[in-house]
């Protein structure tokens, strides 16, 4: 289902839609058929899916048509295995197949942040360190997170800025694994709070501006925030090779703390340390020595 250019509504999220496209991902060689001549369909056939999660061709049919809406638990885990679903596209599906056809609405509260959680964001002045709503929006961060995406025009969402800020292609020095990592986790949102406004108004307006994004929403990958390493660049201070933790802010429903660090010793570490004493030396000013002056890439 295409974008509503009038509303600004993606497009929704739903169980066929996902069958569709996680059955177009995988091809007949990756589970064992045999093939010969040309294929009309990049990936597996409707038949094909349906002999190996052991359901008639036509009650498969019914699922991707959207008119069948009650799938068992074991099949949604035969389905699972014919297209090779880790465990948490696996979960998507399952919260997709028991939606069964209602449509919620996500907490207001995901943008409110405690007293003590902020009093903990700021008492960390040598990692940046950052809370994050269900829709990636960045409701609280710390100086050093400030300063450290200083380089953006409106720092308010983490997917906006990915995707519609030029500045991230600089940023991120491996801006397709970012851009990957962020539409996926808009997906798992996307089945954890169907129908919230937000979500889908953000997905609209990225939907329209971003073909890149389009592309990527297309593909129904789905993946939450954990753990990681980021290879960033900053105007400023150069590259940075950090790694990043997420924790489940518990009185808060959707919300994660998100916290990065460098090595000890290391270079990113160095570069972090001059980045948060340049922030609190000038800050929000835009004076800070060497604005002007890009360090060169490595």
């Known amino acids: ?57 036509d009650y498969y049919m019914r699922l991707e048509q959207g008119r069948e809406r009650h799938p068992s638990p074991q099949v949604l885990d035969a389905l699972a295995r014919a297209l090779l679903l880790d465990e948490e596209a696996t979960d998507h599906l399952r919260r997709l197949a028991l939606s069964d056809g209602r449509r919620g609405r996500g907490s207001r509260r995901s943008g409110r942040v405690g007293p003590h959680l902020l009093r903990l964001l700021d008492r960390w002045g040598d990692t940046p360190a950052f ?37 991230a292609r ?18 798992k949102a996307a089945g954890l709070r169907l129908d919230d406004p937000r979500l889908n108004g953000l997905v609209g307006e990225l939907s329209l501006k971003s ?31 950090l790694h990043y933790e997420s924790f489940t802010v518990n009185d808060t429903e959707g919300q994660q703390l998100v916290v990065y660090q460098a090595e000890p010793g290391s270079p990113s570490e160095e570069a972090l340390t001059l980045l948060g004493s ?16 890009r360090p060169a890439r490595t």
């Open 1 to 57: 289902m295409g974008t509503d250019e009038t509303s600004g509504v993606g497009p929704r999220v739903t169980l066929e839609g996902f069958l569709r496209a996680r059955r177009d991902r995988v091809r007949p060689d990756d589970v064992g058929l045999a093939t010969s001549g040309r294929r009309r369909v990049p990936g597996l056939r409707r038949e094909e899916v349906a002999i190996l999660a052991g359901v008639s061709t």
């Open 170 to 187: 600089d940023f991120h020095r491996d801006w397709n694994r970012a851009a990957d990592a962020v539409v996926a986790e808009l997906h």
């Open 278 to 293: 340049l922030h609190t030396a000038y800050p929000a000013t835009g004076s800070e020595p060497g604005a002007g002056e």
């Open 131 to 167: 809370v994050i709503g269900p829709t990636l929006d960045l409701v609280a961060r710390n100086r050093l997170a400030e300063a450290l995406y200083a380089d953006f025009t409106v720092t308010d969402n983490l997917a906006r800025m990915t995707f519609l800020d030029p500045a």
């Open 211 to 241: 073909t890149d994004f389009r592309v990527l929403w297309s593909r129904h990958d789905v993946r939450g925030k954990s753990g990681g390493t980021k290879r960033l660049y900053h105007r400023t201070v150069g590259d940075l090779d």
